[in-house]
Each structure stands twice: as structure tokens, then as C-alpha cells.
């Protein structure tokens, strides 16, 4: 399977009943990350369907993908961005970007967050991509991944399709999810993040509804997303990490502060005379030893 035959099935997956369930789920954690990451420069790499920028104040931000196909604008079943998240300023829409993902066209240390939904499942080398990101992020930089959760019943539905296929029992329809791409598991995507340097800053799980392909039998389990997140969080679906950047033997100083501490002065010496005696001048403090030798 090429490269865009892979983006035309995601983009086809994503316009059925799972996939708006999951690009809902997707859009609300994606909001509420980003409305607090603050600097200058804001990228997304990859699944242009998904706004993962809209609920960011950032002047510059650019939604990057890795194929010539330019997907179909379709109406999404996402709940609208909330008002007091929504700090986009008017004029500041994303620009869109083609480049490799293994070869960002930006300079190191440049990019404040990166977004990443499920670009790594997608992606040539999943740990040259990751490198990249590193190497583009400013220190203290954030980065956020959205991707499939191997563990759950979506990827237990999938792995089993796979098999069938494998041994020649598989139909059409025997897969659940996108035949593309490999997916990374929650604890190998943590071990990835650590030996870049990384800092895992949150990490949360979502969509535990059984794979149905109809809208009718997915509301009927809708239950299980409330019972899921209390008892059985890591089987979700999908899973969310925000991870930042940490560069050792780093500082930030401000502008305008200076951390030197001055030197304390010396005791000043106040010479002083008794107008009555007209005695010698006599030192503040404690009054030196004499010699008692005569």
C-alpha cells in the first residue's frame, strides 16, 4: 500500500460512525492542551481533519502533511470549542505545509508545541519523526500524541482481522481500523519520550465503547466510557500524552533580573567625642582587647 492510498483509507475511516467518535473524543483533549501552551511558533503534523490547533493563542502555526492528497472537507461530530478556551485571534488561521515529517523544514530549538494525532502510526520511521520533534522544540517545548491503543478491544478486533487475513479467512471487512500503519503501544511511547529527554506531563486514556461500525450500537454502550475511565482506564481506545521537552544544564534567566548577590560592606568605624571628658574617639562595637602587661 502507498503512501496516499494509506492517507485516502484513514481519511475514508474517518468519516464513520467510530471515526467521528473518536475524532470527538480527540478534539476536546486536544483543546484543552493547547489552550495553556504559550510562545510564538505552534505545529501539527499530520490528519488535517483534526483543528488540534484551533484552542491555541500562538500568532504562528502551521498543520503539516506528508501527502500530495489534500482531504475533502466533511462536516465532523465534534462539540464546538469552548468559548473560554477559544483565544484564537482573528487573522492567525493555520497555514497549510507539505514537507516529510523526518525532515521538518525548521531550524533547532524554533517550535514551541508540536501536535501530533496519530502521525507516528502513519509515519516512514516513527523514531526518526520523534527525532525531529525534539530537534525543532525549544527547551521547555511541548508536545502532544494522540494514537491507537494496541491493549484495548479496537486493537484486539484489529489484531484478530489480521490474522484471518493472514490465513486467508479474512473479508473485506474483516479489519476494524486502518489497514496502514503499526501502532505503538502507551508504555513503548513513554520509553521513546524518556531517552530523547523528554518529561511525561500528563497521559490520559478514551474511547472504551466495543468496535460496532453503526452509530445506533455505539450510543448503546455509551456507558462504557463513564464505567471505563473509573475502572479500566488503560484499555481505552486511544491514548493522549502532553510530554515536555527538558534540556539538562539549562536556566532561564530573565531579561531584566540579575541573580548576583552584592557584597556585604564593611562595618563602617564612627569616630565619636565626649564634649564633658574630652576623651580619646572611641570605635562603635565591642572594644578591643588591651594589654594588661605593664
Request: aromatic share 10%.
Amino acid at each position: 500500500m502507498t503512501r496516499d492510498e494509506s492517507i485516502l483509507e484513514l481519511g475514508a475511516w474517518l468519516r464513520t460512525a467510530p471515526g467521528h467518535y473518536l475524532l470527538a473524543w480527540e478534539q476536546e483533549r486536544l483543546d484543552h492542551a493547547v489552550t495553556d501552551a504559550f510562545g510564538f511558533h505552534a505545529l501539527q503534523l499530520g490528519l488535517p481533519e483534526l483543528d488540534g490547533l484551533r484552542a491555541n493563542r500562538m500568532p504562528h502555526r502551521w498543520v503539516a502533511s506528508d501527502s500530495m492528497h489534500v482531504p475533502e472537507s466533511f462536516a465532523l461530530d465534534v462539540p464546538p470549542v469552548d468559548d473560554s478556551l477559544l483565544t484564537t485571534q482573528a487573522g492567525h488561521e493555520p497555514v497549510a505545509l507539505h514537507c516529510e515529517f523526518d525532515a521538518l523544514p525548521f531550524p533547532d530549538n524554533s517550535i514551541d508545541l508540536v501536535v501530533l494525532p496519530h502521525a507516528l502510526e502513519l509515519a516512514r520511521d516513527p523514531h526518526h519523526t520523534l527525532r525531529e520533534v525534539e530537534r525543532v522544540l525549544v527547551p521547555e517545548g511541548r508536545v502532544v500524541i494522540a494514537g491507537f491503543n494496541p491493549a484495548s478491544l479496537w486493537g484486539l478486533r484489529q489484531r484478530a482481522g489480521r490474522m484471518k487475513r493472514g490465513l486467508g479467512l479474512g473479508r473485506q471487512r474483516s479489519l476494524y481500523l486502518p489497514r496502514a500503519g503499526e501502532f505503538i503501544g502507551y508504555w513503548r511511547l513513554r520509553d521513546w519520550l524518556r531517552l530523547l529527554g523528554f518529561e511525561v506531563e500528563a497521559g490520559r486514556f478514551g474511547c472504551w465503547r466495543p468496535p460496532f461500525h453503526s452509530q445506533k450500537w455505539l450510543d448503546r454502550f455509551e456507558w462504557m466510557d463513564r464505567v471505563g475511565d473509573r475502572w479500566w482506564p488503560v484499555l481505552g481506545s486511544v491514548y493522549f500524552v502532553v510530554a515536555v521537552k527538558r534540556v539538562r544544564g539549562m536556566r532561564l534567566v530573565g531579561l531584566a533580573r540579575q541573580d548576583k548577590r552584592k557584597a556585604h560592606a564593611a562595618p563602617a568605624v564612627v569616630a565619636r567625642r565626649d564634649p564633658a571628658t574630652m576623651r580619646a574617639p572611641a570605635m562603635d562595637g565591642p572594644a578591643p582587647e588591651r594589654d594588661l602587661e605593664r
